[in-house]
């Protein structure tokens, strides 16, 4: 029995459909000409650009060599190393693309998503059909982590678009394209030695030496040192350069407004800015958003921050409340000699649930190994539970052992239990670049002095310790007091932010670890 409808369902209105049809063709139309319409149409759901990404396209358009620094967070890689390289191939299928980051693996996730986009994106697919991974027999074909080659009518061996790390090898003999991305990082500018190694690198023959006569090439960067790889490209090499901040003084005129696209949220707003500022800290955020570049004389603490924590209340050696946590930074020197630098306890506690830090103890002199033993059981019984951060060396090594030891620890004065206490209360810790690192070493500690998280007794000994901050500069050698201070200070941010710390064993770890340095004998024979 035929089925009768009940009513018809709505046409679409003729004139409607061909209005849509041209308008999506007008939109392909320029997608295929303008960078800014093309990531509109592909990436932004026909959003139009913000006004600062188009201006880093259109110098990309425009400028032969150019530098670009840019506030962290704000879309350097997917504008120019992921969106803008799908366009450079769409319009160009011929050109091969070096993309160059500080690390192999931050350049391969590129590399991924650009795999993907060509694979899967329908609305890129629709500017450009004929962009496609390379499968025709009898044409290179290279589609892998590093490395990818789309149709194209010549049959290079040189991909499409390769990926590296600074310093590294590139993958093809010619690049017509070269995108510097977020290629300095801390370990490549803050030293002079790697400073020149990368310059040298760059404008040598494993770099520059590849670039066709027609390379252009852009630089898009958070600022370093002035004497950094992008710094120098500016200053000695001719290449143009503008510079982006996050926001001013105040944290006002805003670069990028905070909104929301298809759900996740871009941009900033004043409270999120002031969140990066009180967890990086003035200089650190000044660098990373407000783009003021570093250098040799740059200082990372401030004293008015500093002083701003001392407590006319507090003095030396009370102690501490109930609710903190006992922490002691050790910094042995074990020797008596002149010449050898002070041994150095730093002892504080920490509110686990607030993050308050307050000093209780600074021990300074040149000491043995029984002398330093002597003030820990000090300490230990003092406080009761303490955890004693030591550095990972040598002479470290040594004081671990003799603590092991049962015949030294009741020469020292310490009954079976107290000894068995500080041999489990001892924490090594390995001093990695990271203590240089402004997002996690030494310098990280002012962003407590700017919140107000360190409670200081005013004091000859604390004094000494503003100084050495004060004189602070990576690379260079660290005050005694400083040192001990960083290694307490991690292990208060470790137990107050509840994460563990793979850079610390206890000492019954390292020993099991280490090959026996000597016999009981040979320790016992040893001068204390």
Known sequence: MPVIARSIPEQPDPA???????????????????VNAFISYVFLDCQPQTWFHAEWQESCNTQKAHVIFAPLEHGKTEQISYWRTLFLLGTNPELRIWICSATSELAKKVIGQLKQAITLNERLH??????????????????????LIIERENNWRDPS???????????????????????????????????ERSVAWFKGPECIGRWTDQCQAVLINNPWHTKALASICVSEMGFT??????????????LWPKKKYQGVTVGFDEERLRQRYEMMGSVEFGRCYRSKMLNSSTEWFNMKSMQACLRDDLTLNKRLPRNMLSICGVDPAVSKKKRTNDCVFFHIGVDPATGIKRITQIIIGKMGAVSI???????????????????ANAQQAYLLQIIRTPEIMKACGATEAE??????SVREFY?????????????????????????????????????????YRPGTHTGDVAMASYFAWVEAERVSAGRSSHSMKTVEQFMDDMDPQSELGDIMGMRF
């Open 431 to 471: 001093t990695t670049d990271a203590k240089r690192d402004p997002e996690t070493g030494i310098s990280k500690m002012n962003t407590d002095f700017e919140a107000r998280t360190w409670e200081v007794p005013e004091c000859r000994e604390v004094q000494r310790w503003f100084g050495e901050l004060l004189d």
């Open 241 to 254: 350069s503008t510079t982006y901040e996050a926001c001013d003084e105040e944290f006002g005129s805003i």
């Open 16 to 34: 409607k459909t061909v209005d849509a049809a041209m308008f999506k063709q007008a939109w392909l139309r320029m997608a295929r000409k303008d």
């Open 126 to 147: 629709e500017v450009f059909p004929h962009l496609k991974q390379e499968r025709r027999p009898g044409k290179q074909n290279t589609w892998n982590k590093t490395a």
């Open 419 to 424: 000894a068995s206490k500080l041999r489990g």
């Open 161 to 195: 678009v390769f990926a590296t790390g600074i310093m590294g090898n590139s993958l093809g003999s010619r690049v017509d394209r070269f995108i510097g991305d977020d290629m300095m990082n801390f370990r490549n500018t803050w030293f002079e030695a790697q400073r």
């Open 373 to 391: 033993l002597k003030v820990m059981l000090e300490i230990l019984r003092r406080e009761g539970d303490t955890t004693f951060i030591v550095e």
